[in-house]
């Protein structure tokens, strides 16, 4: 009888036990809170055969805004932007063809070239249901995006341009290597580039030269930056687009031409210690768009990764001002 009586006192216990451990599960379900909207998502899609990767969020918001991203790195850079600007708009940041965690064909499966990269965001854009937006542009991006705005000018809605380059003026002693690359593809130009671009010492010197205090730089930038480059074939790729970039000055006349006819809202700010682009190519814009927002800042060629915080208020007041 002890032993009934033993035996459904711990039945009770048990039964006790697992009631009160349900009633804390079903407690925490609902305390559970969705996602936020500034919560950032990470996906991908099928582009062109490819493999796109794109980092997404404010989706329930009415603007969008397209963050292209520069050289080395990738959507990355915009990793503590898109947060700020996503409580209130649609942010959407994707990886080209051979960049971040997007597809990474060889050469002679893909045509690196700036033309084709274009082509490939444009179709990225439209597949996802970016039908109007707000472009920012940085270094790459630039050439990128303004061959898409060129082509499509009732698509964009405003230009946010951060040391990206649409005038000779921006093309200084940095380029002269690069220039020469242009007129001679030779394995000698081809080397002196690799040598000298394509390191891990000079991937940093892009993240920390020119700013204000190079300790407030994360070396994660360059971390992460230097593990893509540094994967087999990507080299010859970031060759193809170091040659591809001769082709971006002769359309400057016809990026300055949709400037000057289509006039789109456009906030600059640019990072005056910037040596691959100097503050001499941003002041050309100032001919050709009638409204500009204009701000040189004092920082390096990423300018996000030291002043983060005020381009994202100069971003915010420029939406707000260009409804």
Do not use: C
Request: aromatic fraction near 12%.
């Amino acid at each position: 009888m002890n032993t009934l009586i033993n035996s459904s006192n711990k039945i009770s216990r048990v039964k006790n036990y697992l009631s009160a451990a349900a009633s804390v599960f079903i407690f925490g379900l609902s305390t559970i809170s969705p996602v936020s909207a500034a919560q950032t998502l990470h996906k991908t899609i099928q582009v062109q055969d490819q493999q796109i990767f794109y980092r997404e969020a404010g989706v329930d918001n009415e603007k969008t805004i397209v963050l292209l991203h520069g050289f080395p790195t990738s959507s990355h850079m915009y990793r503590n932007l898109i947060p700020k600007l996503a409580e209130k708009y649609h942010v959407i940041a994707p990886d080209y063809p051979g960049f971040g965690n997007s597809s990474m064909p060889a050469i002679s499966e893909f045509e690196y070239s700036f033309d084709n990269l274009a082509k490939i965001t444009d179709a990225f854009l439209a597949k996802v249901g970016a039908e109007q937006y707000t472009m920012y542009l940085m270094d790459y991006g630039a050439p990128i995006g303004f061959r898409i705005a060129a082509a499509h000018p009732e698509r964009v809605q405003g230009l946010i341009i951060q040391n990206g380059n649409a005038y000779d003026e921006g093309l200084g002693d940095f380029w002269k290597p690069i220039k020469a690359y242009w007129q001679d593809k030779s394995a000698e130009n081809a080397l002196a580039l690799k040598d000298s671009l394509l390191h891990v010492g000079a991937t940093q010197w892009q993240y920390t030269n020119g700013t204000r205090n190079p300790e407030t730089i994360s070396p994660d930038n360059w971390t992460v930056d230097q593990a893509k480059l540094d994967r087999p074939g990507n080299k010859e790729i970031q060759l193809e687009l170091f040659y591809s970039y001769g082709t971006n000055p002769a359309l400057y006349p016809q990026w300055q031409a949709y400037f000057r006819e289509h006039q789109p809202a456009t906030l600059l700010v640019w990072g005056k210690g910037d040596y691959i682009f100097p503050e001499a190519g941003a002041h050309p814009y100032k001919r050709d768009l009638q409204n500009l927002d204009f701000h040189i800042l004092d920082t390096g060629h990423f300018a996000l990764e030291e002043d983060g915080d005020l381009i994202a208020d100069h971003i915010v007041n420029f939406m707000q001002e260009n409804k």
